[in-house]
């Protein structure tokens, strides 16, 4: 009997991308998520208990997301229905809800896997509550958003939310070595190349499996400058109006904060690598100059604001010079707090206040009925005094003298505390501090 020749459309196994011919058979064979998978880790005691619960996978591009959701339904012996909320409505979801209250009926259960469902709307992750709740599906969704920010309270309720990583460098290297053995050759890479590949992939295992089917095919030996100029890198995850957005400005923000001018370069260069509108940062750190430095150092506030006026005439990239000059700027200058916590107990003591008049003697006179009323009278010129300093009383009548302001040993607010001290000494010395020595020397408004 003759062999049958082969299928026209039979697929040879090489010609499947090596993405899907590398995928993990089981859940240990999965990389970089030891910490939800091992045997005593959340995942894994549950897939060991055979009781899955419906949970949300929030994780980078490349980590292994919908690999791990069709390796828990397998190990489950649940049947495994995947949908995408990019395509798919609600006319898909009735389906398998249908279809997976049939199942149930014979005693299959149904774990349906929902790739993106931070895309559904509102409504629709609504529909998923009555099912998750009586048991007909074991919901398994895939985020690379903030599942805080872009799912439903009612359906985040009833899901644990699990926190996949991007996978590192070792993780990386494993996973080349696996496409090696399958591929029968190591790649045609110097270890320097080697590591830029790496780095290029920026954490995602997918990624770098598509490249290393373009790696493969070039000849020997291939250096970093042949590696850039023969694949793309990968484009820097950062979603400006998303989750890296807030997340990249904390970073520069509080590396400004703890003092490292280093650091802060590093975020600063990461949100513009990522395509950051430079006159936000420019705002922010106008903000951080008078939120987190004021009067510590009072230059720092116009060093910001020189840079965000630099940026306006130049533009990029060399105006984000003058941004990353402010950045190091406010990162070494002194820190203080103490203009920002002065205001907001004045205003919280404004409030409280109501509407009090100011005293009588910092009123102005222009009339002569003002001036029968008192307005003005006993007023101190300070600049008149023999110290420049009247140590008359400025707040309302009535009300006690309060401290907000309270500067710190930092910076230029050493000398400001040394000068407030003295000044505190000579209000308490001057018997007549409220109303002064009636002086009529003429002075500005």
Not at 68 to 75: D, S, Y
Not at 351 to 367: C, D, E, F, W
Request: glycine letters at 8%.
């Amino acid at each position: 009997m003759s062999e049958r020749p082969p299928s026209l459309f039979a697929m040879d196994d090489s010609s499947r991308p090596l993405a899907d011919r590398l995928r993990p058979r089981t859940l240990a064979d999965v990389l970089g998520q030891d910490h939800l998978l091992a045997a005593d880790a959340p995942i894994g005691r549950m897939v060991g208990a055979h009781r899955l619960v419906s949970l949300i996978l929030w994780g980078p591009p490349g980590c292994g997301k919908t690999t791990i959701a069709r390796l828990l339904a397998e190990q489950t012996n649940l049947a495994f229905e995947p949908l995408s909320a990019t395509f798919s409505g609600v006319a898909d979801l009735r389906k398998v809800f249908q279809a997976a209250r049939l199942r149930r009926e014979v005693g299959q259960g149904t774990l349906l896997f929902v790739d993106e469902i931070h895309r559904f709307n509102r409504a629709q992750q609504d529909s998923f509550l009555p099912y998750v709740e009586d048991g007909t599906i074991v919901l398994v969704g895939a985020t690379t958003e903030n599942p805080s920010f872009e799912l439903n309270g009612a359906l985040l309720s009833r899901c644990q939310v699990f926190v996949l990583k991007r996978l590192d460098d070792v993780a990386l290297r494993t996973l080349i070595k696996r496409a090696e053995d399958i591929l029968g050759t190591p790649l045609p890479l110097d270890e320097n190349a080697r590591q830029a590949l790496i780095a290029m992939a920026d954490g995602d295992g997918r990624y770098l499996l598509n490249m290393i089917e373009q790696v493969h095919a070039l000849p020997a030996p291939v250096d970093p400058a042949a590696l850039a100029a023969a694949v793309q890198k990968r484009a820097p995850l950062y979603d400006k109006s998303q989750e890296g957005h807030y997340n990249l400005i904390s970073a520069l923000h509080k590396s400004m904060r703890g003092s490292d001018p280093d650091a802060a370069l590093y975020w600063l260069a990461r949100m513009l690598d990522g395509g950051e509108d430079p006159l936000f940062i420019a705002r922010r750190i106008t903000r951080f100059a008078t939120e987190d430095i004021g009067m510590a150092d009072p230059n720092a506030v116009q060093q910001a604001l020189a840079a965000w006026d630099v940026y306006e005439r130049l533009g990029s990239p060399e105006g984000e010079l003058a941004i990353a000059q402010a950045v190091i700027y406010l990162a070494t200058a002194p820190k203080s707090i103490g203009v920002y916590r002065g205001f907001d107990k004045a205003r919280a003591a404004a409030k409280r206040t109501g509407s009090l008049m100011p005293p009588a003697h910092i009123l102005n006179a222009p009339t002569r009925l003002m001036r029968d009323l008192g307005y003005g009278e006993g007023y101190q010129y300070d600049p008149d005094t023999d110290t420049g300093f009247s140590g008359a009383d400025y707040f309302p009548d009535g009300m006690p003298r309060q401290i907000f302001y309270e500067p710190t040993a930092n910076g230029y607010e050493r000398a400001i505390t040394e000068r407030l001290q003295l000044w505190a000494q000579q209000r308490t010395a001057s018997p007549g501090a409220s109303t002064g020595n009636n002086s009529t020397t003429p002075e500005p408004d």
